[in-house]
Structure formats: structure tokens, C-alpha cells
């Protein structure tokens, strides 16, 4: 999508790799940017209102764990900004010692935010049709031990973006889904690994997201807004280590249908 003079959300904004984000859509010379976030950040949204004046940026409280909340950030959005064309569900928290808040969080709010969205941008109803983009992450591609829950509402983000790319769905509302995987990057999520195991026997597994190789959220968010710009919908991307590789599934299954195993 080309990306000038479009209206972005942003869920999750104020966090590591969503502020770097927010600079690289507006480089992109977007028309109207809404932040939404749990806090406020006065001193980024000032930046930002300084760094790039031709674009309106506003900033809308919410919390994605409760959907009224959810309901009523997408009302405040469209007051503000008519419509959007773009929405990132970047909202995230790895802490697997809360397992109802890290499902809650990372896929039933990401879940709430794209069903809550999608009426406003459904062509079938007079929106314009346009793009979701949801973070999901590597360990939503492979079974990650350390953070086994966090790996499990991840691996539901990515089942259920690439189900929303269904072409049924597309021809009807005419918005595209595209699943972002990014490797582990410098951000307050990945701090202090060990104090958020799935186990507290098996907290040295989380030692070893320590340890291991890392992107800086900069060339993250740098490659999820190029990834906007040129991904096709049903996409998954993993941006690792500062590259973009799509990464594609093998087919484990398809339904039979009941004529054909008669006929056989
Ligand atoms: N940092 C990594 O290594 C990494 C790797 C893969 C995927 N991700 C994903 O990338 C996304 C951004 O992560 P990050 O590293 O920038 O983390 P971060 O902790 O810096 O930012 C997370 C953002 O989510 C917001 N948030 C958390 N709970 C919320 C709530 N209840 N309501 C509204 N907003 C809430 C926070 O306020 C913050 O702005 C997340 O989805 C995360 O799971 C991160």
C-alpha cells in the first residue's frame, strides 16, 4: 500500500518497537496517525508533533483487555480522523507467571481490536477497505518452551490472521491481514527474561533469550513499515536480525469432502 496521505492506528504505540514504528509511518508522509496505548507518552507525542507537522497526530487511552475500552477508542479514532486505512494491533506483554493476562493481552484484545475495526473499514458497508497488520513473533511460528503461554497466544495470532486473509473475506470487506513475526528485539518485553519462565524450575530456558542474537526495534520497525508498503494479504513475515524473510506453511490438512471418499 502506498502509504502517503492514509490514516493510521496504532495500538500500542508508546512501547519499543511501536514508537520507532510511529517515525517510519510518518516518514511515509501519512495524513493522520491515532496512537492508541495503556499511557500516555507527552514527551514521544511531542516529538513527534514537532518532528512531523504535516501529519495530525492524536492520541486515544485504551486498554486492550477490556473491549468496551476497545469499543470506545474506535468511536474517539473516527471522530478525530473520519477513517482509517491502516490498523497495527502492536499491543504485547510476555510474562508467562500471568497466564490470564498474557492471553487476554496478546490474542483476545488483538482478537476484540480487528473484529471491533473491521466493521469501519468493510467495503461492504461503505468503508474503504485497506490493511491490519498484526504482530505476532517467532515464537508464534515455533513452540518457544521459555515463554510456552506467550508461545501459544502467539501461535493463536498467527492462526487467526492468516484465517482472516481468507479470500471470501477479502472480495466482501476488502481489507487486507498481514502477520509480522518479529526475532527478539531490544525492548522492555524481553528484559529480565528469567522473572517471567513458565516454570520457575525451568527459568535458565528464559536465560537463554538473553543470550541469544538480537535485532534493535529501529531496523524492526524500518522493515514492518516496508512490509506495509509492499506485503500481499495472508502474508507472514518474520523480521529477524534485521531481514525480512516470508515465511510460508506447509498444508497439514484439508477437509475431504463426504462425495469423494463415497465415490472412492
Ligand atoms: N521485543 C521483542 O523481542 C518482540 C519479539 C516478537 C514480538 N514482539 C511483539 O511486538 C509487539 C511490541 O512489543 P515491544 O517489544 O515493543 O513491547 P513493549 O513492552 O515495549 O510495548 C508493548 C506495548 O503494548 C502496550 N500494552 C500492554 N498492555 C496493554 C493493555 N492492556 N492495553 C493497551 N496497551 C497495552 C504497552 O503500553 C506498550 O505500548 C508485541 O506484540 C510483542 O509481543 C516483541
Avoid at 67 to 77: G, L, V, Y
Avoid at 78 to 102: A, P, R, S
Avoid at 223 to 242: C, H, I, Q, S
Amino acid at each position: 500500500m502506498d502509504l502517503k496521505g492514509k490514516n493510521v492506528i496504532y495500538e500500542g504505540g508508546f512501547g519499543g518497537i511501536g514508537q520507532h514504528c510511529l517515525k517510519q509511518f510518518l516518514a511515509k508522509g501519512i495524513k493522520n496517525l491515532v496512537i492508541f496505548d495503556l499511557k500516555e507518552n507527552a514527551e514521544i507525542l511531542e516529538n513527534l508533533r514537532k518532528s512531523y507537522p504535516q501529519s495530525k497526530i492524536f492520541f486515544v487511552q485504551f486498554d486492550i483487555t477490556n473491549k468496551d475500552s476497545i469499543t470506545k477508542a474506535f468511536i474517539a479514532a473516527v471522530e478525530k480522523i473520519g477513517h482509517f486505512d491502516v490498523l497495527v494491533n502492536g499491543c504485547g506483554m510476555m510474562d508467562d507467571t500471568k497466564v490470564d493476562l498474557m492471553i487476554d493481552i496478546n490474542l483476545k484484545g488483538l482478537i476484540n481490536s480487528t473484529l471491533t475495526a473491521l466493521p469501519y473499514m468493510d467495503k461492504s458497508t461503505g468503508g474503504r477497505g485497506g490493511l491490519i497488520i498484526n504482530i505476532s513473533s517467532v515464537a508464534g511460528l515455533e513452540p518457544t518452551s521459555a515463554v510456552t503461554i506467550y508461545s501459544a497466544a502467539k501461535h493463536g495470532v498467527t492462526a487467526f490472521t492468516r484465517g482472516m486473509a481468507n479470500p471470501v473475506f477479502y472480495d466482501h470487506h476488502g481489507v487486507s491481514f498481514i502477520t509480522i513475526c518479529p526475532g527478539i528485539t531490544e525492548t522492555d518485553l524481553v528484559a529480565n527474561p528469567q522473572t517471567k519462565a513458565t516454570f520457575e524450575y525451568a527459568k535458565h530456558l528464559a536465560g537463554l533469550l538473553d543470550m541469544a542474537a538480537r535485532q534493535g526495534p529501529e531496523i524492526c520497525a524500518e522493515n514492518l513499515v516496508k512490509v506495509a508498503e509492499t506485503g500481499k494479504n495472508g502474508g507472514v513475515y518474520k523480521l529477524d536480525l534485521g531481514e525480512i524473510k516470508e515465511v510460508t506453511f506447509p498444508v497439514f490438512w484439508k477437509p475431504v469432502m463426504k462425495s469423494s471418499t463415497e465415490s472412492s
